[in-house]
């Protein structure tokens, strides 16, 4: 077998969860409740938010609210502040890809 297996959570309440952590890439895994969010804080690399379940509410440096829905890829650049969240009713679901891992700009 030369694939490597990766799994993720399959579920309806709140998880935060690291899927993949090695030297080409980052991915977590985050389903979010209404009123659900991550701590404001900088992009840490070169960010992908997919968005899977619901809508991603983000605040991305000083813009106004921008509203994605699922089937969006939202790519946030590296050093970006953003803050993130659920403001509806349904489930929030989305996978953050960090490419390259941010251990990349934390070795130079």
């Not at 803050?83 to 934390?106: G, H, M, T």
Request: no cysteine; proline share 4%.
């Amino acid at each position: 077998m030369i694939e490597k297996l990766y799994e993720f959570s399959v579920t309806d309440t709140k998880t935060i969860e690291r899927v993949i952590d090695d030297e080409n890439v980052n991915i977590n895994h985050i389903v979010l409740d209404k009123g659900g969010s991550l701590p404001v804080h900088n992009a840490n690399s070169n960010v992908y938010l997919v968005v899977v379940r619901g809508t991603l509410f983000a605040n991305l440096a000083e813009q106004d609210t921008h509203a994605y829905s699922a089937g969006s890829i939202v790519n946030v650049p590296y050093g970006t502040k953003m803050y993130i969240r659920n403001e509806d009713d349904a489930l929030l679901e989305f996978f953050v890809f960090k490419s390259p891992n941010p251990r990349f700009f934390s070795e130079k």
